[in-house]
């Protein structure tokens, strides 16, 4: 089964010109799923969190990250692939956020507040959605005691585009984000939210199945 994640990004990559193939080592996950969920045969959902194909290289993980807690992730995942790990990478990149076996970095944490480098993104690739609050709007607004304004923002050009909504529910916000999008002149490949209640689940940073359904349609 594919987990809602997984089945936005095989549609996405599929209308990026990938193969199935392609998709299913990607995903760590058979052909046959992969054009199953692609053809609307099957449903995603939420699998049940089974540790039992991470968790005998947890602990391998957390020594190869404790002696270099900078190293790139691809690299012990090639490492624990050797050794038998059956998963696909963005698998094996979320059970290391959620076992924690990247330590704490203290001279990381120490740079917090100093300048750092800006992260170049390509155009095209990335915009960033925030809902911005307003305090005692005017009245013409007609929206209340507080505006509600939903912020897209391109991350190459820092061009945005803004759309105000009576509240920060579900269907405004599904609402909202066509008018930024269009605004815009259409979707960058990726969208970032601030774990948002409407998006994800905030302590886990899964996708809910109705955005699911928002974003494969964009």
């Known amino acids: 089964m594919l987990t809602w994640e997984e089945d936005v990004d095989a549609h996405a990559l599929r209308r990026q010109g990938w193969s199935i193939s392609a998709i299913a080592r ?13 053809n609307g045969e099957r449903v995603s959902g939420y699998r049940r969190q089974s540790p039992d194909a991470f968790m005998p290289f947890l602990e391998y993980c957390r020594q190869r990250l404790s002696d270099d807690p900078h190293l790139w992730a691809s690299t012990p995942f090639d490492e624990v692939v050797e050794l038998g ?47 911005v609050e307003l305090p005692d709007p005017p009245a013409e607004w007609g929206v209340g005691a507080n505006a509600h304004l939903l912020v897209g923002a391109l991350a190459h ?18 609402q909202a984000m066509g008018a930024v999008l269009r605004r815009l ?34």
Do not use: N
Not at 157 to 174: K, Y
């Open 26 to 38: 990607h995903l760590g996950h058979d052909r046959k799923t992969i054009r199953a969920y692609l």
């Open 85 to 131: 790990y059956s998963g696909g990478y963005s698998t094996f990149t979320r059970a290391l956020r959620r076992y924690k076996a990247r330590p704490h970095c203290e001279p990381c944490r120490a740079s917090s507040g100093r300048d750092v480098a800006i992260i170049a993104h390509p155009p095209g690739e990335e915009i960033q959605f925030d809902w």
């Open 157 to 174: 050009s820092g061009r945005w585009r803004a759309v105000l909504a009576e509240a920060e529910t579900f269907p405004h916000l599904v």
């Open 185 to 218: 002149g259409g979707t960058a490949r990726r969208w970032r939210f601030d774990r948002m209640a409407t998006v994800c689940h905030p302590p886990t940073g899964r996708i809910l199945p109705a955005f699911a359904a928002v974003a494969k349609y964009y």
